[in-house]
């Protein structure tokens, strides 16, 4: 059910993201072409959600807890480095 709070929040993040979606814009003038070869990369992606959600399936609420936890520890390990 969404209460007056959860619509007033997310009214109030679109609006901010309407102000300043016009301010960003890339820092260079280059433009990116997508090639063919990045099409490659989609049957990879819906590989990994695949298994990822299996593998979420199994796990009980405590071992998805600690996986997370798992997870943020080794990367902000790995973002100091």
């Known amino acids: 059910m969404l209460t007056p709070v959860v619509v007033g929040v997310a009214g ?3 609006l901010i ?3 300043v979606m016009p301010l960003m814009r890339p820092s260079s ?3 990116t072409q997508l090639g063919w070869n990045t099409l490659a990369f989609i049957p990879a992606a819906l590989l ?3 298994v990822g959600l299996h593998i979420f399936k199994r796990l009980s609420d405590r071992q998805f807890e600690l996986a997370v936890n798992a997870l943020l ?3 902000s390990i790995g973002l100091t480095l």
């Open 12 to 14: 109030f993040g679109l």
């Open 17 to 19: 993201a309407d102000a």
């Open 29 to 31: 003038q280059a433009t």
């Open 48 to 50: 990994g959600a695949w």
């Open 73 to 75: 520890i080794l990367s």
